[in-house]
């Protein structure tokens, strides 16, 4: 069933939304919410009504979720509701529904009451409802991806295309060389032209059905070249057509680049690296992009090397670990590299700094990191790597104090980048034998995710303790 309009509710429930909206505009936000909540306890379906009502929780909140009384009683009421709500999600999804704006009535900014929404309206087919509470959480964080890609499809979904295109753009910025965020934008991308081919051409007489079909052909084998999951039989035909155009279009670059993708797909690794030094012969060598890519590739061949190891074989692990050890001597080597080669370029020495604390080389990684935090956009991150890297020594865990409060002062909005930073920040706390300040900062992450790795564990374990 889809999602109702206005126009579609009973008079007495009708009359009720008016009402929530005349007392919106006298600013008599509490009686608006509790009229908007009785709209939507009858007819669940109802956007707009979903649309006022969120609203009207944030107004009352001031926008950014209550002062300390709000979280104290988050702390006391959110936790057990988002659980009840989860258990009721497979059998009665319209119930977690109203559950999860039990939990946004308190806390608009509940990240655990909208991704309940979301598997709720999902199972309920309801995916205006669901890209209400995805907008909310792209904007409470705007670095996760994971969020960000749901954000895009949901809205693909619905039509809007153009708006998904801009949502994955906005966070490639930030990530510019992450795969999976350049994949989904292609198939956005892809679906767009298909939405939009021939069909509006037809409608004002401009066009013809041959037009049309000729369009859709074209998006149809578009949508193919971008499936993040391409069939065998569709790559292999990809993979003839490139290298019967390579034949008339030589320097093609971006033809060279798109078939050793492919050829990358279908683990023919060997194939993909000779046509990426085909490329670095030619004058386009120089691009730093093409460097990422053949470490890429190269990484997947060890990580197909390893899925293909008999797990039952007596020298199994030992074989795993020979080939992830020389999987991770590569890919610094070849980091190591690229920061030579370009050595202004601060998200290699990110990059570079991970590398090292993978391998256990802190001094070194802290080196990189201290370099990388002028990039904006990994400036946060490097600053929680650094104290990380401070809190491996208890002689410099005061150090790692400061960067972790120095990147949280920089971090206004709650998403899981701050939750790790408050974590990183209790631990070494602790280390410092300062256990209830750690409680504290675990309380923090306690009143907005209980399922936050072992918080939960934590804070109840200091709870229950004697005395």
Known sequence: MAEKSQNDLPRDVRGLYEKGKEAVNRENVDYAIDLFNQVLAREPRFYEGRHALRIAQLRRSGGSGGGFFKKMLRGTSSSPLIAKGQMALHKAPAEALQIAEQVLNTDPNSSAAHKLIVEAATALELPRTAVLSLERLNQLSPRDKEVAI?????????????????????????????????????????RKTMDEGGYEALA????????????????????????????????????????ARLLNEPN???????????????????????????????????????????????????DYQVSQLDAAAPDYAERAAALQAEKQAYQLAECQKRVERFPTDLQFRFELGELYFQAGKINEATQEFQRAQANPHKRIAALNYMGQCFGKKKATCDMAVRKFQEALKEKPVFDDEKKELIYNLAGVLETLGKKAEAIEQLKLIYEVDIGYKDVMARVDAFYSAPG
């Open 150 to 190: 749901k954000l895009a499809n949901a809205l693909a979904e619905i039509g809007e295309t153009q708006h998904a295109e801009r949502v994955l753009i906005e966070i490639i910025r930030l990530f510019p060389r992450d795969a999976d965020l350049a994949q989904a934008l292609k198939d956005i991308s892809a």
């Open 204 to 243: 004002d007489g401009s066009g013809s059905y041959r037009d049309i079909l000729k369009d859709k052909e074209e998006a149809i084998s578009l949508e193919q070249q971008n499936r993040q999951v391409k069939t065998e039989d569709v790559a292999a035909r990809l993979i003839r057509d490139y290298e």
């Open 252 to 302: 093609n670059v971006k033809l060279l680049r798109d078939l050793a993708e492919l050829h990358t797909q279908k683990n023919q690794f060997d194939a993909a690296l000779g046509l990426y030094d085909r490329i670095k012969q030619s004058d386009a060598g120089g691009d730093s992009s093409l460097d990422c890519a053949i470490a890429e590739t190269v990484a997947r061949k060890f």
